[in-house]
């Protein structure tokens, strides 16, 4: 009696099948893999946190033109190629493979669009003596935390280099889709990572950029 008690409480055994969670293998591994990236960015903005704000010199070097508004068509950017990214994944679902395959294209592109804007921005700033190691501003009468560049290169750059990846991420998706060798579920993996990737832009935006904005009057 209490080894029936027993198996009706701790249910039937897993027989050896691809789901042992009921959870598509695909997306568990998807899932584990964001949980294990979010810890590294979230290292990345409390290390960039910290030294902001135990710093007495920190640069405000975003103008609201163009730094600002930059970053703002950047978010604009990303929540538009999240939208296509719903709207791929929707139709792949429906078996939409035109249509599935053309919204991937799309948030591909917009992916790309955002690092090509993203480095001109570091081509300007490159420009203005802004470096890793060092920059030229001045600020309260001593020169700018040289720490500045570093953590905007270092969290912005890593960033990108995600944004970058999950640009080839799409496009081997839409072309392995379109051939019909991906099917609905592959779409909605690289969906989750798309989607995480314009999440964390959700925090480096604010963090980094408005929190940096020169309001200072130019005579």
Not at 57 to 62: G, H, I, K, T
Not at 132 to 145: A, E, F, L, R, T
């Amino acid at each position: 009696m209490a080894e029936l008690d027993i198996d009706a409480v701790a249910g039937p055994a897993w027989g050896g099948g691809v789901a042992p969670f009921a959870t598509n293998t695909k997306k568990l591994g998807m899932w584990l893999f964001l949980l294990s990236d979010s810890l590294t960015f979230s290292t990345a903005i409390l290390a960039y946190a910290y030294v902001r704000l135990a710093s007495p010199a920190w640069p405000r070097p975003f103008e609201i033109w163009p730094a600002i508004a930059n970053a703002t068509f950047l978010t604009v950017i990303l929540l538009s190629s999240s939208l296509t990214m719903v709207l791929a994944v929707a139709a792949a679902h429906r078996d939409d493979v035109r249509r599935a395959v053309m919204y991937i294209i799309l948030t591909a592109i917009g992916g790309a669009a955002f690092v090509v804007l993203h480095l001109m921005e570091w081509f300007r700033l490159f420009a203005e003596g802004v470096t890793p190691w060092s920059n030229q501003y001045v600020v309260n009468g001593q020169p700018g935390d040289p720490l500045f560049g570093g953590t905007f290169f270092g969290l912005t750059g890593l960033h990108m280099l995600h944004v970058s990846i999950g640009v080839i991420y799409l496009s081997i998706i839409a072309i392995g889709f379109g051939r019909r060798k991906f099917n609905a579920d592959h779409v909605e993996v690289s969906g989750l990572y798309w989607h995480f990737v314009d999440l964390v832009w959700m925090f480096i935006f604010p963090m980094v950029y408005l929190m940096s904005v020169n309001l200072t009057v130019k005579p």
